[in-house]
């Protein structure tokens, strides 16, 4: 079957592949071959440098995020502690205006870096409730996991604010890569009108060459891998085909905000 399927031009175009890879254009290679089975000199030595990052390195870093975010419009904040953080979304939540309605809610991942902000306590004084994404059961049954599916997606349609995480963010690009896991869906960064993420400084890392060499290589990384569906979100949505015209918000959030936690 696979033989039959393939035409000149198919047989052409991966003679091409294989030249252009430096490799002989006839000759098949096993699949053991076409994926490296340890890491190179270059991914450990990326590896080193992260792990060896000093507090100066990574104020540099920060300094990087920082302008990188500006031409993007990516708001990026440095803070000392997470109670700065939760007085920081305060004031955003205070201060913005839905963009449909009057009513404010807010929608927040399941996450130890978030549960330590204590947003619902916190939003409580201003009367904007919290939605807290969580993970279903496995063992829940179909019926409720439809139901709690859909008041999950209900909540976070609702709110004009969602809280995330992240697992990494790209100084050069200024960047975010988030991983969609059980109870931290992507929606909440992608729905809502105004997308609020907290990271700490920690998880900046200068490009993606050292994304990749910690998620292929690094033991703490390396069981998730790259099989997991991951987003890539570099500032507020925006597009351009009507007029030429740059419009924010037209397919995703209108605001980007990152606060960037150093203690």
């Known amino acids: 079957m696979r033989e039959k399927m393939k035409t000149p031009d198919?047989?052409?175009f991966i003679r091409r592949i294989r030249t252009a890879l430096g490799h002989?254009?006839?000759v098949t290679r096993e699949a053991r071959h076409l994926f490296a089975e340890s890491p190179s000199d270059e991914d450990l030595q990326l590896q080193e440098r992260i792990h060896r990052r000093a507090?100066?390195?990574r104020q540099a870093l920060l300094e990087?995020?920082?302008?990188?975010?500006k031409p993007i419009n990516l708001n990026v904040t440095a803070l000392p502690d997470v109670a700065y953080a939760t007085a920081a979304i305060l004031r955003l939540a205070a201060e913005k205006k839905p963009e449909w309605g009057e009513a404010k809610s807010i929608a927040a991942w399941r996450h130890p870096l978030i549960d330590r902000l204590n947003l619902v306590e916190a939003l409580d004084r201003l009367q904007i409730p919290v939605?807290?994404?969580g993970p279903i059961p496995v063992d829940a049954g179909r019926a409720f996991d439809?139901?709690?599916r859909e008041r999950q997606r209900a909540e976070i349609i609702a709110s004009f604010i969602g809280v995330t995480s992240a697992d990494f963010c790209l100084a050069d690009t200024a960047t975010l890569v988030m991983r969609t896991?059980?109870?931290q869906p992507r929606s909440a960064a992608l729905v809502p009108s105004i997308h609020i993420a907290v990271i700490h400084w920690d998880q900046i890392l200068a490009d993606m060459k050292e994304l990749f060499a910690l998620l292929r290589w690094d033991e703490r990384y390396r069981p998730e891998g790259l099989s997991s569906y991951m987003s890539f979100i570099s500032g507020p949505s925006k597009?351009?085909?009507i007029e030429a015209t740059m419009v924010h918000g037209a397919h995703g959030p209108r605001e980007v905000h990152l606060f960037v936690v150093t203690e």
Not at 64 to 69: K, Q
């Open 64 to 69: 990087r995020l920082i302008e990188a975010g």
């Open 10 to 12: 198919q047989t052409q």
């Open 181 to 183: 896991r059980p109870g």
């Open 24 to 26: 002989a254009p006839d």
């Open 146 to 148: 439809q139901a709690e």
């Open 239 to 241: 597009t351009a085909d």
């Open 131 to 133: 939605h807290l994404t």
């Open 55 to 57: 507090a100066e390195d």
